[in-house]
């Protein structure tokens, strides 16, 4: 439970950062569970991979996608926070 109320810690004082997922609340229920509630966050880039059908992306959207990850990493850096991992399934 500790480490899940770091982590809602951690993502709240990303909340500037653009491209960060918004946090909601952090919420108690059951037997003493807790959850953190996050925005919807929509298709996740692993979707658009598999839509796209083994297909690789145009240079266009590929460099658009790449410059957005770059972006908000060096925002969650700039905030003195290092990334867990980053892949394109939102797990």
Do not use: C, W
């Amino acid at each position: 439970m500790a480490e899940l109320r770091r982590e809602f810690q951690i993502v709240q004082r990303l909340q500037p950062v653009r491209g960060v997922i918004r946090v909601h609340a952090l919420e108690t229920y059951g037997n003493g569970n807790i959850a953190i509630v996050l925005e919807s966050f929509g298709r996740s880039l692993a979707n658009r991979i598999a839509e796209g059908g083994g297909r690789t992306f145009p240079l266009k959207d590929f460099l658009a996608i790449a410059i957005a990850i770059a972006e908000t990493l060096a925002g969650v850096h700039e905030l003195d926070v290092v990334h867990k991992n980053v892949e394109p399934l939102a797990s």
